[in-house]
C-alpha cells in the first residue's frame, strides 16, 4: 500500500502526466478542425482529443496524484507542531549552529520572542517558537484549488449549451441542445419584448428639395446630436437615424419657433402627419455604421406569470434559475422584421472553477511572499541557544535571525527581523 502511494504521489508521475498532457494539447491544436476516420461523419478535434476517453484518464490520473499530493501535505501540516516540539524536547539541536544567548529566564525569553512576533511553546527545557505559521497550509490549500478547479470541469459535462431564433414579441419554452441535437425545455418561457442596435454617430447627408418643383435646394452634412442651418430661418436638428430603414428623425424650428419632430424616410416614401416647413427633407446618404451596442429586452415568463424584465446586451448576459442568456446574432428577413440569436448555457461547475481559480492565485501569492518561520531556544553552557528550525535560509535568513538573537539577548532591537 505504501508503494502505491508513493507511486501516485511521486513528483515524477506529476511531470510525466503533465508533459504528456501537454505534449496532446500540442498535437489537438496543430491538427485539422475536423478529421475524417473511417466512411463516417467528419470528427472535430475537440472530441477526438480532449474529449477522449484516454485524455480523461490522464485527468484522472494527474487528479489521483494530486489527491496523493495534497494528502501528504496535509498530514505535514497537521503534524509540524508536535514534530518540532518533539524535536526540541529532545534536545537534538542543542549542539546545531546558531546564537548563543545570556542566562536569562524562559519567562523572559517567552515574552522576548512573542514581542517579536513568534508564539511561543514550552517543550521540556526548551521553547518551541513559530511565526506565520497559517502560511504554512498555502501548499496544501493550493493543491485543493488545482482539485477544486478540474471537479469544476468535470461537473460541467452535466451541463448544457443550446441556442434559438426568436422574432421580436415571440417566445420560446424550449431550445436546440447542441449536445443531444434535439430540443431542451427550459423550465420557463423566454420572450423576445424588443431588439435596437445602437450605433456609434453617423455622418449623413440631407437632401432639402422644393416640393413644387422636386428640385434639389441644398445638401447638408450633419450627424446625430447635431444642428444645421438650411436658410430661410429653418434650423434643422438631428435626433436619430435608423439606417436599417433609412429613417430619419428630425426636430424643426423656424426663426426660433418650433415646428415639431420631423420623420424624413428615403425614396417617394412620406411620413404622416409631418409638420410643413415648406420644404421636402429626405436622407440622400450615410456612411456604413458600426454598431456600438446591441440591446435586447425580454421576459421570463413561469406559468404564464411574467416573473422578470431585463435587459440583455453584449458582455452582459441575464441569468436566470443558473442558466446564463446571452445575445449572440441579429437580423432582418425579407419582410424587415428584427429576430435575434440567443445562447442559452448552464454549467454547474462554473462556481468550483471561478472559486478554485481565486484561491488558486490567493495560494500562490502566500506561497511566494509568506514564508513560516520556527526556531528553538535550547539550554546551552548555563544559558540558551537560538537556533532557526525553518525560514531562514539564505544570507538574508542569517541576517533575519542574528537580529532576533539580538532582540532577544537584550543588544538591541533591529527593525527588520519580520521582513
Avoid at 484522472?60 to 489527491?67: P, R
Avoid at 516540539?85 to 523572559?108: F, I, K, M, T
Avoid at 453584449?314 to 445575445?327: E, F, T
Avoid at 532582540?407 to 527581523?417: N, R
Wanted: proline letters at 5%; hydrophobic letters at 45%.
Amino acid at each position: 500500500m505504501q508503494r502505491l502511494l508513493d507511486f501516485f504521489g511521486s513528483v515524477r508521475l506529476t511531470l510525466a502526466l503533465l508533459m504528456t498532457l501537454a505534449v496532446v494539447a500540442i498535437g489537438g491544436t496543430l491538427q485539422p478542425v475536423e478529421q475524417a476516420l473511417g466512411e463516417g461523419p467528419p470528427v472535430k478535434r475537440f472530441d477526438l482529443y480532449f474529449q477522449s476517453p484516454w485524455y480523461r484518464l490522464l485527468l484522472f490520473l494527474l487528479a489521483v496524484n494530486l489527491a496523493v499530493c495534497t494528502w501528504r501535505t496535509l498530514r505535514r501540516a497537521l503534524g509540524e507542531r508536535q514534530r518540532l516540539a518533539a524535536q526540541v524536547a529532545a534536545g537534538l539541536s542543542a549542539n546545531s549552529a546558531g546564537h548563543d544567548l545570556p542566562a536569562l529566564s524562559a519567562a523572559e525569553l517567552t515574552v522576548r520572542l512573542g514581542a517579536a512576533g513568534y508564539r511561543v511553546t514550552p517543550c521540556g527545557n526548551g521553547l518551541l517558537g513559530r511565526s506565520r505559521a497559517a502560511s504554512r497550509w498555502a501548499v496544501p490549500v493550493l493543491h485543493l484549488a488545482v482539485i477544486a478547479i478540474m471537479a469544476g470541469a468535470l461537473a460541467g459535462a452535466f451541463g448544457f449549451v443550446g441556442t434559438v431564433n426568436l422574432y421580436v414579441t415571440h417566445q420560446v419554452d424550449s431550445i436546440f441542445d447542441w449536445d443531444s441535437q434535439g430540443q431542451r425545455p427550459l423550465g420557463f418561457a423566454f420572450r423576445l419584448d424588443h431588439f435596437e442596435p445602437t450605433y456609434y454617430p453617423i455622418d449623413l447627408q440631407i437632401a432639402v428639395i422644393d416640393p413644387r418643383q422636386m428640385q434639389l435646394l441644398q445638401t447638408l452634412t450633419t450627424r446625430e446630436g447635431e444642428t444645421v442651418a438650411a436658410g430661410n430661418g429653418l434650423v434643422i436638428r438631428v435626433l436619430r437615424f435608423y439606417p436599417e430603414e433609412e429613417h430619419l428623425v428630425l426636430f424643426l424650428e423656424r426663426n426660433g419657433r418650433p415646428l415639431g419632430e420631423y420623420h424624413a424616410l428615403s425614396g417617394k416614401r412620406d411620413y404622416p402627419n409631418n409638420p410643413d416647413p415648406g420644404v421636402l427633407i429626405k436622407p440622400a446618404a450615410f456612411r456604413d455604421p458600426v454598431v456600438k451596442q446591441l440591446s435586447s429586452q425580454v421576459t421570463i415568463l413561469e406559468n404564464d406569470q411574467e416573473v422578470r424584465q431585463a435587459v440583455i446586451e453584449v458582455n452582459s448576459p441575464l441569468v436566470h434559475r443558473g442558466v446564463a442568456i446571452y445575445q449572440t446574432a441579429y437580423a432582418r428577413d425579407k419582410n424587415g422584421f428584427w429576430y435575434c440569436g440567443f445562447q442559452f448555457s448552464r454549467d454547474p461547475g462554473e462556481p468550483l472553477v471561478w472559486g478554485g481559480s481565486i484561491v488558486l492565485v490567493l495560494a500562490l501569492l502566500t506561497v511566494f511572499t509568506v514564508r513560516p518561520r520556527s526556531v528553538a531556544l535550547v539550554s546551552h553552557a548555563g544559558g540558551w541557544r537560538l537556533v532557526a528550525l525553518g525560514g531562514f535560509r539564505g544570507e538574508a535568513g542569517r541576517e533575519r535571525l542574528a537580529a532576533l538573537a539580538n532582540v532577544l539577548g537584550g543588544a538591541g532591537s533591529e527593525p527588520d527581523i519580520n521582513r
